[in-house]
């Protein structure tokens, strides 16, 4: 893989503040580890950021791409995706990159459901983009276009609508690039895709299981807003339908609830705060309960999975794959999948384990030295 030490960061956002003063006002990290790389981080100023506050309501920046023409409050679409990729070659060229990957860690957009006639085939996308239709083209697909179209890789590190439909499938594959997706597996839904197989593999019955948390950081604002809580919601409840599988154990799975919640709580800052009650049935229907409160740091523990994302993704594209890669499903809350060709996705902690090695070792030239049970 590509040492560390070769990397150069970039970004964009709709505040202005450099890396150092962005990390200073999270209050993540105690200044004591923020000082000895202060001089590294101020560098990294943020690109404006291609921004429609429709789909982000809670936040309102002003470092953002200004619009082409007086009638237009921002870019079209596609003039989006023309100033993206814009800079994307201006940043290769400044650094002396030789590859990028784009990787996408910011807000949760509102929900857009997949719709057959913009988003399965990418002459479709690509006109939607073109007519500027703002309804079913997310600003992030415009992100991902961009990258797709300039050679980079691109991942989805949030649970939106972008690469997780057949256009983009279809211009990944085109552009010979590597994609993955979505949303990064944290915190609650980390522990629930390790601990559903426990129950699974024991052949408890399930009757329900209860998830909400606290978050007080910005993620924590922007999910407040119902339709972005909703696109979260979608992919956070996906997680047990393919480990604890009602069609196959329907005396055990096929009538379970399961009800996830997110709540804004300001003091709380980073650290956020879950919690899990889940009601079980044993031998003879006795009943039994189990409680899970995790208590952890959001980014403590993004930081390492997008690190990791964009060391594996470059990985990828040198040796030639192309279009989704279900082997970072380990990574990943709500992992792609082909769902028009009836395929489910894997949400097993330990068989998306089992994927990962087996794939390093297969670009490394070794045989897989596991199968997936």
């Known amino acids: 893989m590509a040492s560390r030490d070769d990397i150069v960061f970039g970004a964009w956002d709709v505040y202005p503040q450099n890396a150092y003063q962005a990390a200073m006002y999270a209050q993540v990290l ?3 580890d923020i000082a000895p790389v202060r001089q590294e981080l101020e560098q990294i100023v943020p ?5 429609d506050r429709n789909y982000v309501k809670r936040i309102d ?3 953002v791409k200004a619009p082409l023409s007086s009638t237009n409050t921002i870019p079209t679409r596609w003039q989006m995706v023309e100033m993206l990729r814009d800079d994307i070659r201006r940043f290769r060229r400044e650094h002396g990159c030789s590859r990028i990957v784009v990787l ?5 957009e509102i929900y857009v459901p997949v719709d057959e006639q913009v988003h399965y085939r990418l002459e479709d996308l690509e006109a939607a983009m073109q007519a500027d239709d703002r309804r079913r083209v997310a600003p992030s697909m415009c992100y991902a276009y961009a990258a797709l179209r300039e050679g980079c890789p691109f991942i989805m590190g949030a649970p939106n609508t972008t690469v997780d439909i057949p256009a983009m499938w279809q211009l990944a594959a ?13 915190g609650q839904t980390l522990v629930k895709s390790g601990f559903a197989p426990i129950i699974s593999t024991r052949c408890l019955a399930l009757d329900g299981w209860f998830s909400t948390n606290i ?9 407040d807003e119902p339709e972005n809580f909703h696109t979260k919601e979608v992919s956070k409840l996906s997680t047990l339908e393919t480990i604890l599988d009602g069609s196959r154990q329907p005396e055990l799975y096929g009538d379970y609830y399961h009800k996830v919640r997110i709540n804004y ?3 709380r800052n980073d650290n956020k705060e879950s919690w899990d009650n889940i009601d079980l049935r044993g031998w003879l229907d006795y009943p039994m309960q189990v409680k899970i409160n995790f208590l952890c740091r959001d980014s403590i523990l993004a930081a390492p999975v997008a690190l ?3 060391l594996l993704s470059d990985l990828a594209a040198r040796a030639g794959c192309s279009g989704t890669q279900c082997w970072l499903s380990f990574f990943l809350k709500s992992p792609m999948h082909d769902y028009t060709r009836g395929e489910q996705p894997v949400n097993h902690l330990y068989q998306q384990y089992t994927m990962l090695k087996n794939k390093l070792r297969e670009l490394g030239g070794y045989a897989a030295d596991e199968a997936m049970d």
């Open 265 to 267: 709580y300001p003091p």
């Open 174 to 186: 085109a552009c010979g690039v590597p994609i993955s997706g979505k949303d990064f597996k944290t």
């Open 215 to 223: 978050l007080g950081n910005r993620d924590g604002l922007v999910l």
């Open 47 to 51: 690109m404006t950021a291609a921004f």
């Open 30 to 32: 105690d200044e004591k």
């Open 308 to 310: 990791d994302l964009c």
């Open 61 to 63: 920046g002003s470092n």
């Open 104 to 108: 996408w860690a910011a807000s949760t």
